[in-house]
């Protein structure tokens, strides 16, 4: 009953947005003009930014009947092509660049279901302020802004597959919870929400790039974690510094010698607390502040596992005051803070009575 | 107005075609049609690729060559009303950056000497250059951070150019930038670390650099399609040699104050012209 329903307000629906489209030809985006808060039809397709050269290559090997890498693809020159023929290889500016085009068809599949599942908490539009929104903390994402917290990847966009695992897993701790919809519908509103990105950025860029979670590899300490451990505690509180804005889970004696201080160096006064930052994520025009966790006290978002926790520290969580560390110190610490801050979660989260004295003798200890 | 590109042309026949004939096969743009003037296609005559140009057109704009560049441009800029004092920085975060200012922190985002000059303003020419495609400087522009803050706070670089940040600190920091037409970054970089390489494909004026974990720690990057571009000194000065003659649009954007208004000078070959920009709090 509920198909026939759709497909009746889709029908009579796609009328209107045709005549509007029909008055409105000579616009210069007519895909972004489209008014969708009134319609369920998306009458334009919509260029992407698809995933890198390296994904495809990976996906041919897995999906070898879909993609063919064609010598003769986009002037000779040579890239990947779907069978489909929603992707294709395309010279801009001098650079070779992936490009998806996404038919009105899916588009219009996509906002369907983003209406249904979606829209109220992150607004018919994607601008993260649906009718839920008001109340919800943290806030719903807007996806005009293109910037996702916790999809583990360092390129500017996430990947198709990403963005999946993500509604997948959901986000702990948040309204976002793990959506059980099918493989076809997640993909179809997640190319809906890329085609929400305002015109030249996001996936509308032609410099954005697009890529996958960090690749997770070998955990080097898999066989010797209290070394692991005490390794992290030491990068956590020294090279990285992470108590800058995390909190340190250590007292003001045990700093100076972790990170070879001289004698009566003082530290934030309210150093076992996480500090407020400032983020790049807007409500209604109002920049948000986001709080660091205390991971023996707040939900961790993505996941809590090594693997997870290496993933996010890696890559860094986008629009917030948490940078990549990929690249900025060698894998092995990155690994190292991983198990560290997972003994910190297994050891004191969600055991009140353990975490307060551990915390209380910290903030006993004299001048924390 | 840019004319309705193929893209869009296609996206609009298969629009009516879809809707007319009841949803048949959409037919996808050939590869190579679609991105480059879909989304975000290149408007501006792209001078970047100074390597590739040979073969353009000869209407088209000139290679830009120094020995065009005969008129000076200088000037001032300024701050009306009184200096303002100057505030002070808490840095006890971190206890490195604590020590390297062991004489105590000031704000650096408005700096003005006794008689009203107004330092790192941003100066440069915003319209005028037309004519001429230029060639983008191999070099990297440098944005140091030592002290716990950027130096200089603000630079200027020429679209396409790289920024190399470099962190001569005992400490970490991390590279946060706040672009808004061109992609965004934020990577730590520890003590010791290699100097990182931030390109911006647009011209923007002004982006922010920040590091969140030193919250007073603050630069701006013009990023502008021509050479000529200054930040002032710090008595409100600034120069712009080598210009030709021309009729040029010079802006002025200060981080704080915004942007002055913008003047139109007309300079001929050889002459040496001044002007100058107020600020107002």
Not at chain 1, 6 to 32: C, I, R, Y
Not at chain 2, 9 to 20: D, P
Not at chain 2, 215 to 227: E, F, H, K, T, Y
């Amino acid at each position: 009953m509920r198909g026939i329903s759709w497909q009746g307000l889709a029908v009579s629906l796609g009328a209107l947005g045709l005549l509007t489209s029909l008055q409105t030809s000579d616009d210069e985006n007519p895909h972004a003009r489209a008014p969708r808060g009134v319609s369920l039809v998306v009458t334009a397709g919509s260029w992407l930014r698809a995933p890198s050269a390296d994904w495809f290559a990976k996906q041919a090997k897995s999906e070898p009947s879909r993609f063919t890498h064609d010598a003769t693809a986009a002037g000779g020159v040579g890239g990947w092509v779907d069978s489909r023929g929603e992707y294709s290889l395309s010279e801009v500016e001098g650079e070779w660049a992936y490009w998806q085009w996404v038919s009105p068809e899916r588009l219009t599949a996509g906002r369907r279901d983003f209406v249904q599942f979606c829209s109220s908490c992150h607004g018919l539009d994607g601008d993260g302020y649906g009718r839920s929104a008001q109340h919800l903390r943290p806030t719903p994402r807007s996806f005009q802004q293109n910037k996702f917290k916790f999809t583990k990847v360092i390129a500017d966009l996430p990947s198709d597959e990403a963005l999946m695992t993500l509604i997948k897993r959901g986000l702990a701790g948040t309204p976002m919870l793990p959506w059980d919809l099918s493989d076809v519908q997640l993909l179809d509103i997640i190319q809906y929400i890329k085609s929400l990105s305002p015109e030249e950025s996001g996936w509308r860029d032609v410099y954005s790039q697009v890529g996958d979670p960090v690749e997770v590899g070998e955990d080097p300490w898999a066989d010797i974690k209290e070394r692991a451990i005490a390794r992290g505690r030491e990068v956590y509180h020294g090279a990285a510094s992470c108590h800058l804005c995390h909190p340190g889970y250590v007292t003001n004696e045990q700093l100076r010698v972790l990170r070879k201080d001289p004698e009566g160096t003082v530290y934030r006064e309210d150093l076992t607390y996480p500090a407020l930052k400032d983020s790049e994520y807007e409500v209604l025009g109002r920049a948000t502040k986001v709080m660091p966790p205390d991971f023996t006290w707040h939900q961790l978002r993505a996941g809590i596992t090594t693997a997870d926790l290496f993933q996010t520290i890696a890559s860094g969580i986008k629009g917030t005051a948490m940078p990549q560390w990929k690249g900025a110190i060698p894998d092995e610490d990155l690994w190292a803070l991983a198990h560290y801050v997972e003994d910190l979660i297994v050891s004191y989260k969600d055991q009140p009575a353990v975490r307060g004295a551990f915390m209380k003798g910290l903030r006993a200890s004299g001048d924390n | 107005m840019r004319t309705p590109s193929l893209a869009q042309t296609l996206i609009l026949s298969s629009l009516v075609l879809t809707a007319c004939g009841g949803g048949g096969e959409s037919s996808a743009p050939p590869p190579g049609g679609g991105p480059g003037a879909g989304p975000g296609g290149p408007s501006t005559e792209a001078p970047a690729n100074g390597g590739s140009g040979a073969s353009s057109p000869a209407a088209g704009p000139k290679a830009w060559s120094d020995s065009a560049g005969t008129a000076t441009l200088s000037g001032s800029a300024s701050l009306a009303g009184d200096v303002p004092a100057p505030i002070q920085v808490a840095m006890d975060s971190d206890p490195k950056c604590v020590e390297m200012n062991s004489g105590g922190a000031t704000d650096g985002s408005v700096l003005v000497d006794a008689s009203g000059g107004l330092q790192n303003v941003f100066v440069y020419v915003s319209k005028g250059t037309d004519a001429w495609t230029f060639t983008v400087p191999e070099e990297p522009v440098i944005l140091d951070q030592t002290g716990c803050n950027y130096t200089p706070r603000v630079v200027g670089m020429m679209t396409g150019q790289a920024l190399r940040v470099q962190n001569s600190d005992p400490t970490v920091h991390n590279v946060h930038t706040y672009p808004k037409k061109n992609r965004a970054s934020n990577v730590s970089q520890p003590a010791g670390s290699k100097p990182l390489e931030i390109e911006m494909k647009r011209s923007e004026v002004l982006v922010a650099v920040k590091c969140d974990m030193h919250s007073w720690m603050q630069a701006r990057v013009g990023i502008v399609d021509n050479p000529f571009f200054a930040v002032t000194a710090a008595d409100g000065s600034f120069t712009l040699p080598k210009l030709a003659a021309g009729e040029y649009t010079v802006s002025a954007v200060h981080e704080v104050f915004g942007k002055a208004s913008k003047q139109t000078i007309t300079i001929g070959d050889g002459e040496a012209q001044s002007i100058s920009f107020e600020f107002s709090k």
